[in-house]
């Protein structure tokens, strides 16, 4: 017998606990829709001639691309009105995001990077967003920074979606992690990857060699390892795109890393709307996220838009990069 068609509904409700209010449910619903909406806009990008620098910078003296700040929209108007959050924080947006008075508050706070790999856009390149939601910490108040400034272990879902060849959505609230494919024609999402794990043998490591001559020296150990050592050997692949790397390596092990280096003294990725959600993925996949020495999930960001060293993927992998790093 073929396996049945599931819609990202019908599985977010069948998920949902009995006597849940179904907030966390439509705002996944929200966030798929807010992906469908980038990813059409993704691939008629050029069509549209939008691509390009957009002539603004973002928080992290990074040029924003057009495609970011549509994206970016998409998320903030997609989520502003529902009554579900009572802050929003936004990889393109230099303070945290209240709720605008005019609309109810909700109790959860959702953090995100409309469009990672951006610097990918103009040369068809997958790219992605990545999102994390945290129950807020007094409901009785409308959502304040220390809302925001929140370790990835207080994470209730996370999850990212993909705009490859095709558009996926995948995601975690704690009970395994789940993905689903656009299909374009009816503009659903349908469940392709129930209860995904990263698999035991690894097969891939994705780093920016370009950098290894500006990584500490158990840095540079490990990749020598990586490239001696393990049994079967394994392969070099970097797309230069969290989300795909990411991906990749979830569906068939593997280790992303972005050390601290010169230019990045405390790595590239973002704690708490990178780093954080995609651990938690990992975690809930069988997999570990680290930033050298402990698990990015118990590091408490001071400020929102925080750097750190990432380690993620195959916990076996990732585990050998605390020994390098601790010799
Ligand atoms: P961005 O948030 O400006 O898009 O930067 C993050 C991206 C990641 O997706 C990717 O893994 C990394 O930057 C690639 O950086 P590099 O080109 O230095 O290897
Ligand atoms: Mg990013």
């Known amino acids: 017998m073929s396996n049945p068609l599931i819609t990202i509904?019908?599985?977010?409700?069948?998920?949902?606990?009995?006597?849940?209010?179904?907030?966390?449910?439509?705002?996944?619903?929200?966030?798929?829709?807010?992906?469908?909406?980038?990813?059409?806009?993704?691939?008629r990008s050029a069509l549209l001639d939008i691509l390009g620098y957009e002539g603004t910078t973002n928080v992290?003296?990074?040029r924003q691309r057009k495609l970011d700040v549509y994206a970016d929209d998409v998320m903030f108007k997609l989520n502003d009105h529902t009554g579900r959050l009572c802050a929003m924080v936004s990889e393109e947006r230099d303070d945290w995001i209240p709720i605008?008075?005019?609309?109810?508050?909700?109790?959860?706070?959702?953090?995100?990077?409309?469009?990672?790999?951006?610097?990918?856009?103009?040369?068809?390149?997958?790219i992605g967003t990545i999102f994390g939601v945290f129950h807020t910490l007094d409901i009785d108040q409308r959502g304040r920074i220390e809302d925001c400034l929140r370790p990835g272990r207080e994470l209730v879902a996370a999850g990212y979606i993909i705009y490859g060849t095709s558009t996926m959505f995948v995601y975690s609230a704690g009970q395994g992690v789940h993905g689903f494919t656009l299909d374009p024609?009816?503009?659903?999402?349908?469940?392709?990857?129930?209860?995904?794990?990263?698999?035991?043998?690894?097969?891939y490591y994705s780093f920016n060699f370009g950098a290894a001559l500006l990584w500490e020296k158990g840095m540079q150990k490990y990749a020598e390892w990586l490239q001696?050592?393990?049994?079967?050997r394994l392969s070099q692949r970097y797309i230069g795109s969290l989300v795909a790397d990411f991906h990749r390596n979830l569906l068939y092990g593997g280790i992303y890393g972005y050390p601290g280096e010169v230019k990045y003294p405390n790595g590239k990725i973002r704690l708490l709307y990178e780093a954080g959600p995609l651990a938690f993925l990992a975690e809930h996949a069988g997999g570990y996220g680290s930033n050298g020495v402990t698990s990015l999930?118990?590091?408490k960001p001071d400020s929102l838009h925080q750097r750190t060293p990432v380690f993620i993927g195959t916990r076996s992998l990732v585990e050998k990069v605390e020994e390098f790093l601790g010799k």
Do not use: C, W
Request: no cysteine; hydrophobic share 35%.
């Open 9 to 43: 509904e019908r599985f977010l409700l069948s998920q949902q606990p009995e006597n849940a209010k179904g907030d966390l449910t439509t705002l996944f619903y929200d966030i798929a829709l807010a992906a469908k909406m980038i990813a059409t806009q993704t691939r």
């Open 60 to 62: 992290q003296g990074e």
């Open 100 to 126: 605008p008075e005019v609309y109810s508050k909700g109790h959860y706070i959702l953090v995100y990077d409309p469009l990672d790999g951006s610097s990918n856009i103009d040369t068809n390149v997958t």
């Open 185 to 203: 024609e009816i503009g659903e999402f349908l469940l392709t990857h129930e209860n995904m794990r990263f698999p035991e043998k690894p097969a």
């Open 228 to 232: 001696s050592a393990p049994e079967p």
């Open 297 to 299: 999930l118990d590091i």
